[in-house]
């Protein structure tokens, strides 16, 4: 695992143009981190509410992508590569309400390049509200637009 991951945490938090800013994810808890595992009390705010007050479904993958990723980086034993999504199941089983939900995501395989990943969101009781099963591809570089975007802070 990186010796930075929680300065990584910090920094993909503090971008106010990223999804994880848009999700308030520097209100979440890391609660628990090791090689291929995490565990994060999630907060909701307003803006990903649908009109009776839950999770709006459409976020869901969100929080699951972002989860994912970071879990996957838990594995890593140097250099932060690119990781992109490739494929995403979301099963939903409960309403997510606020305040929050604890995500609980572990890498169950990796083969060459591909991190195969699962993120369970549940409640306080343990309820499981939405299951999600990710698989991502380390990508070599980073890609070249995406590379000006940091170099300019704009990403």
Not at 103 to 128: C, H, M, P, S
């Amino acid at each position: 695992m990186p010796e930075d991951f929680t300065g990584f945490l910090e920094f993909a938090t503090s971008r106010n143009n990223s999804p994880a800013s848009f999700l308030d994810a520097d209100r979440w808890q890391l609660q628990k981190i090791s090689s291929g595992q995490l565990e994060i009390q999630c907060h909701l705010p307003e803006a990903v509410l649908n009109s009776a007050g839950m999770l709006f479904g459409g976020f869901t993958p969100t929080y699951v992508d972002l989860i994912a990723i970071w879990a996957s980086m838990t594995t890593l034993e140097d250099s932060t590569p690119w990781l992109v999504t490739v494929n995403m199941r979301v099963d939903y089983f409960e309403p997510i309400v606020p305040p929050g939900f604890r995500a609980l995501a572990r890498v169950l395989n990796i083969r060459k390049r591909d991190y195969f990943v699962e993120t369970r969101f549940e409640n306080d009781q343990g309820t499981l509200l939405a299951n999600g099963i990710t698989t991502l591809r380390r990508l070599s570089e980073v890609p070249r637009g995406l590379r000006k975007a940091l170099s300019e802070g704009n990403a």
